[in-house]
């Protein structure tokens, strides 16, 4: 039964440059495991499952800041920074807690699975194969931050480090260096199979399942399909196949749309669209902690939080294309459902209470770029004028049962922009606040972190069929997705001329503040632009071919490695 007695971690020690002091749990002596190994297979895994907490925070930062649907106030001195301006250094805190806490989990899983034979029982291989789910996810997500696009030749480029368990002569350590990005899929793939395998017993949402395991291959083999110019037919059929594998099973739905309107405020347990998420307590985020978490930053909900980056003028501006989302109070009004994760901070007057009316656009300017205006708004019978700075103008209607008006400006530009409430403003940007990250269970902040959800498995297999051609197939499922959010927002047609952009705007408005946008742009080969307010670099297009696409290793890791651990390069 038992393969390896100790679980000493010095792998994870070494790899992490983490204290073995820090790990919930420590090395274990034979007849104590040997008499019931059961319960301390059960004790093991909870452990394991605790470094995805830790893990989630960071993983969701390199994900989502990095690509257009926020941003922030203004620069800031936290490394998370790094990730919004693409000033790749490789001394960031946050990227090494990322590294840590994903060779963390993979260390544990590892020792789990080296550690027992398989076969003893049903729950107890069960949980086996949750271990090979969670290391093959750590993988997963580490090869798609520190490796480049799977396209871009996976036999050469550097993927991350194969270290599954701690060696046996901890003494005289070596470990390998970096596999390549084709070998590192690899093993991601080897082990969500054998995860697929031994998953036998669905335990609900926050622990590995059969359906999670399935879920994440669908997602594997997308990034290995190749871009829509040249796609991979073998890795996309099997993507179509494996989402099949989810969607046919029956246990899991898409919540209609007024309940995926308030999908943040449901625990994983409760939700039954979630396939993985890492389970988060209210207990974790007390006090000043709700400063700290991933919603903490997006949303400042009963004083509690950051509130330093909203959702971008990009984002809002897909959320309005097929019609105006109004956010106002009085005359609230979403038409698409993705909005009612934005909640705008309107102004009150502090001794009457009443809102300002204004005239929001973005004008250019050639010193900053875009900027938002906010323009006091005066009507007098059927016109309506407002006035920025010493000019008032008059506003011409574009949609007027809307409130969507234009504004010829001083700079000799026509703007469209909207009759709205006057935003409060951070520094000098509106706060548009997300709060898909926050309010589970209705408690400030607390999010549980979604790794797999079906929506996203609609969207693999539509994008998997249309790379092999199939786009009436494509079609049906991303209306399904889009139809659940806009009503009558169905697509005519989808073909070889608009799939790539018709797709890719759905995975960016579903899967907005998943930690997947970044990724998804770069995967495809395509460019990142974000030519909207804000302080990052308006004027500047990243293509999937630049250095900055991945992360560097950090420092702190290749200083610790004992062996080899090479660096991504530099330019």
Known sequence: MIKKICIALLACASIASCDIDRFPYGSMDTDRIENDPDAYIESLLNGTYAQLKTWSDPMHRCGEYAGDNIMIRGSSTDAFYEFISFSRTPNNGRLNQFWNAGYKAIAQSSNIINMFEEGRNAEFDNKLGECYYIRGLMYFYLVRAYGRPFYQNPSVNLGVPIVNGTPEDVVNLELPDRATVQQTYEQIIADLLKAEEMLTIDNGPIYASKGAAQALLSRVYLYMSGTYDSPNSQYAQLAVEYADKVINSANYALLPRDQFMQYNTYTPENNPETIFAVKRVASEFSGADHFYGVGGMYANIGGMGWGEMYASAKYIDLLNETGRNDWRPEKYRIVD????????????????GAFTEVFRFIKQDPANGFNYVQAPVTRSGNVITCRDGDQTYTLSAVDAAQEIYSINYSDNRT???????FITLNRVYPQFYIT????????????????????????NRAEAYAKLGNYRAALTDLNLIRTRSIVNGSYASLD???????????????????????????????SLTRSYPGPQIQNESIAASDFRVVYFIPQDAINSYPGTLTQNPTQ
């Not at 898909?436 to 408690?443: I, N, T």
């Open 496 to 526: 070889a001329s608009n799939a790539n952009a018709r797709i890719d705007k759905e995975r960016q408005l579903e899967l907005a503040y998943q930690a997947e946008r970044s990724y998804d742009v770069f995967r495809n080969g395509g």
């Open 337 to 352: 459902a993705r909005a009612a994760f934005i909640e705008p901070t309107y102004s009150r007057n502090a001794s009457t």
């Open 415 to 421: 703007y469209i922009g909207v009759l709205d409430n």
């Open 436 to 459: 898909k990250a926050s309010r589970e269970g209705e408690d400030s902040h607390l999010h549980s972190p979604v790794i797999s959800r079906l929506g996203e498995i609609y969207l």
